[in-house]
């Protein structure tokens, strides 16, 4: 140690103040952001004394175990702070946050990545990094606790989540949303610290802000009050002020971004890049921390390890809480935070698909979709529903499904309001939180409105399902604000997300089924407003639609031309099929109810289902994406541009979406 260490070590034996402990991940989090040369120092180190009093004093966590269901939930909204977080589960101790991690901050296959990425290191609770993201997730978390806590009680639900937003948090919409319906519903035990820095990328808040965020919150049924975000004594105060309220809270943390670096704190020159070499040393004599970088002293080192700890024999209580409730009340919880869907599920959906094909009823997907919905809500009690006030346009509610209320999470159907983004990121916090699986309502053409939502679904390998109707021009005097053209497309471009356009009742329940299963898979149900016929008329004791795409319509041997199509076009492709066939042309019609379940088949079955003889494919919507299917040879009936309102029927007809525009193509190519 040198001379200048010596004299600036905390004095052997005696126990570290918090201001020391935060030090820790203020060091760590610009040596690391140093070395890597890239990152965001200015949040860590603005926020370090907030956060070491909440995990220090109150967060309910056992770093032994970061998947223990009753842990208290902390999401850093601010993703671009992730050394914060990295730096708090190395101190702690969490599985796989090594140093070494963090001294390869943002380097390629390291768990500590730019912003937090869920999967990557056990006590990252959620993906972050586009802002607003984190608040709203935290409120799906914050739902499922409650609804946890509703059907079991305080022995097995019975937690925090708290949220570490920025000033670009709060200032994104979605924030709105978030708060919104989190002060409705009463989710008291919501508590959001806001690093109250007044600094953005841009330089002071001023430049874009003049809204007073304490009113905002308390209009919106919160607890709001401000502390002095650097002193311990005001923070622990809020915080045990804020888990008596009988609201969620938040906490105006008053602080200076950069913490500790003498000449730039204060600044937006601390947020996004690295302080420098001069500066860092200079932080270091500022902050009384001598030592090398990624160098914690064992003292307090070993202060942070033991609150790591300090959570076991709180996890080693729940545990004996469950195993001493009744056996079959625990089988039950087991089942849900295990994520199987009880095998009834299937069974169910396979005697109500048998109905459908004896049936053949003509109904919009839509309906079909609530059919399916009933059967599985009625199998098991997984299953949240929602919808974005379309709840009765999306059929999202089935028979017997009680409401989620203000205060009472008994039920389990919520209204999340005109609120698609917010229902979206809320979804994936349910999911997150375990135990639910979460699916929820809009039109179609209001993806736009959630994408952000959406993507992350995607990213972090959520199973969360988007009862996504009104899927097309069908929407017919709505008019094309409400006509979707672009957003299959968008869907299919999005890795790791199974996009179902169902043709008949038969197929919206085999989309569920496979979207049930699906753990790691976000899935839409695209869903029409008008009836389409029943295109399944046999029974399968497979499950076709988990091909993707399958023969739905055979010629006899030879075949002239294939028709490719989803959704309410299958029956104008098989309607297409039967006129070409009077006329002695033999055409095979494909339904492909999901992409990309198609492009996991063999080479040997697409090619079979493909065929060679040239394809025609008809889609209510733009064609991008299609050529790959219909070749270069190939034709493709649908939208050229955007749709127009009038009788759905009409619209299609104007658009010459049309059995008999089918047939002229199909004749066309076969010359
Ligand atoms: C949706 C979204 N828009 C823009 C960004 C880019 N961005 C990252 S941090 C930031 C400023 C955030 O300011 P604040 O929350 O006050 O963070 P601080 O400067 O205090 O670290 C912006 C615009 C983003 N990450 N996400």
Known sequence: MTNLARNLAPQAGARPSIREMANAIRALSMDAVEKANSGHPGMPMGMADAATVLFTKFLKFDASAPDWPDRDRFVLSAGHGSMLLYSLLYLTGYPEMSVEQLENFRQLGSKTAGHPEYHHAPGIETTTGPLGQGITTAVGMAIAERLMNARFG????????????????????????????????????????WDDNSISIDGSTSLSTSINQLKRFEASNWTAFRVDGHDPAQVEAAIAKARQSDKPTLIACKTIIGFGAPNKQGSEKTHGAPLGKDEVAAARIQLHWPYPPFVVPDQILAAWRAFGERGKSAHEAWKDRLHSLPQSERRHIEQMLSGNIPAVVTEKLNAFKAEMVAQKPKLAT??????????????????????????????????????????????????????????????????????????????????????????????????????????????????????????????????????????????????????????????????????????????????????????????????????????????????????????????????????????????????????????????????????????????????????????????????????????????????
């Open 154 to 193: 305080d022995a097995v639900a019975d937690h925090y989540t708290y949220v570490l937003a920025g000033d670009g948090c709060l200032m994104e919409g979605i924030s709105q949303e978030a708060i919104d319906l989190a002060g409705h519903l009463k989710l008291n035990k919501l508590i959001v610290l």
């Open 366 to 671: 839509r309906k079909s979709s609530e059919m399916a919905l009933q059967v599985i809500n009625d199998a098991t009690d997984m299953t949240i529903g929602g919808s974005a006030d379309l709840t009765h346009s999306n059929y999202t509610i089935t028979k017997g499904m009680k409401l989620v209320k203000p205060g009472d999470f008994s039920g389990r159907y919520i209204h999340y309001g005109i609120r698609e983004h917010g229902m979206a990121a809320a979804m994936n916090g349910i999911a997150l939180h375990g135990g639910f699986v979460p699916y929820g309502g809009t039109f179609l053409v209001f993806l736009d409105y959630m994408r952000g939502g959406v993507r992350l679904s995607a990213l972090m390998g959520l199973r969360v399902i988007y009862v996504l109707t009104h899927d097309s021009i069908g929407v017919g005097e709505d008019g094309p604000t409400h006509q979707p053209i672009e957003h299959l497309a968008i869907l299919r471009a999005t890795p790791n997300f199974q996009v179902f356009r169902p043709a008949d009742a038969v197929e919206t329940a085999e989309a569920y089924e496979i979207a049930l299963a699906s753990r790691k898979t976000p899935s839409a149900m695209v869903l029409s407003r008008q009836n389409v016929a029943a295109v399944r008329l046999e029974t399968s004791s497979e499950n076709l639609t988990a091909r993707g795409a399958y023969i739905l319509h055979d010629t006899d041997g030879k075949r002239d031309v294939t028709f490719l199509a989803t959704g309410s076009e299958a029956e104008l492709a098989v309607a297409a099929a039967e006129t070409l066939k009077a006329e002695g042309v033999h055409a095979a019609v494909v339904s492909m109810p999901c992409w990309e379940l198609f492009e996991q088949q063999s080479a040997g079955y697409q090619a079979k289902v493909l065929g060679t003889a040239p394809r025609v494919a008809i889609e209510a919507a733009g064609r991008f994406g299609w050529d790959r299917w219909i070749g270069a040879s190939g034709a493709f009936i649908g939208m050229n541009g955007f749709g127009a309102s009038g009788p759905a029927a009409q619209v299609y007809k104007h658009f010459g979406i049309t059995a008999d525009a089918a047939v002229a193509a199909a004749k066309k190519l076969i010359g």
